[in-house]
């Protein structure tokens, strides 16, 4: 079985897979104070009930995006299970071109992603990640990483909003009955809501008029749901989009029997 990693700056992704069957998926919160033996232990208590056992992991690959975490996780990876996961770095096979001014600056999720798009929607393709930053990530017709848009992202925004307006409260991320809010927590919810979607919607279209004019546009991440029905550029939301990526991913770099 195969565990894939995805260690984003808010939460944890894992994903099992038996064969190309994604089995079951676990998302943990992010935190860079938890020791090996922590993250160890929580592993060990959550993949049981969703059957998966420790030793029928034979195979793991790892991304992440917080560097002090990358080497916990390869820590909890060798305690856990015994064995070293293969990580996604310089150098790693990635089957697709990366056309970027400086290739190892493109973070481990956003080439997952891009390498999920080529292989389940072919390209062009635009990706629309909802993490901790809201991230476009554009792929030409011939399957090359071209670059892309790296946004504020919405709890981020939503709580810079919340913290320098000393009026405004937190709010709920929830679609308002109208772009017009009548009361103040109607009024941030439309901003945040609408606003982000015209965002999406916006930076899509002209990412797509640089691809040539047409792309399949994939919403991933938490926050896809809440943001997809409200745009009119969203072809298809994919939450395990990044998981799917680095399974691909593994598959190019699977270490020698």
Known sequence: MLLVIDVGNTNITLGAYAGDRLRATWRIATDVH???DEYTALLRVMLPPSGVKLEEVSDIILASVVPPLQRTMVHVCEQCFGQRPVVVEAGIRTGIKIVYEQPREVGADRIANAVGAVKRYGGPAIVVDFGTATTFDAVSADGDYVGGAIAPGIVIATEALFAHAAKLPRIDLVRPKSVIGRNTVAAMQAG????????????????????GGQATVIATGGLAEIIAPESSTITVVDHELTLHGLYYLYQLNRPAA
Not at 192 to 211: H, M, N, P, Q, T
Request: proline letters at 4%; charged letters at 30%; aromatic letters at 8%.
């Open 192 to 211: 945040i809501i609408y606003g982000y979607a015209g965002l999406v919607d916006g930076l899509v279209e002209r990412i797509k008029r640089e691809l």
């Open 34 to 36: 938890k020791t090996p």
